[in-house]
């Protein structure tokens, strides 16, 4: 079985948490990742062409 957990570890990121993903590996609802991001001007979408929340998602796809 595959266990996810955050490594990341810079300016207090989230560290040791588990990611929160769905059966597709994209951050669920109650994903730590969900909303924890900084917004990028230029970047107004994720990689599925959903518009990034305020704050947006860490990662590549937005929770929809």
């Known amino acids: 079985q595959f266990e ?3 490594v990341l570890r ?8 588990d990611p ?8 669920s609802q109650g994903s730590p ?9 230029g970047l107004v979408g994720d990689m599925a062409g959903l518009c990034y929340m305020e ?7 937005e929770v929809p």
């Open 33 to 41: 990742a969900h909303g924890a991001g900084t917004a990028y001007s």
């Open 55 to 61: 704050p947006p998602s860490i990662g590549a796809f």
């Open 20 to 27: 929160g993903l769905d059966a597709s590996y994209r951050i």
């Open 10 to 17: 810079k300016d207090g990121q989230i560290v040791g948490e």
């Open 4 to 6: 996810a957990y955050w």
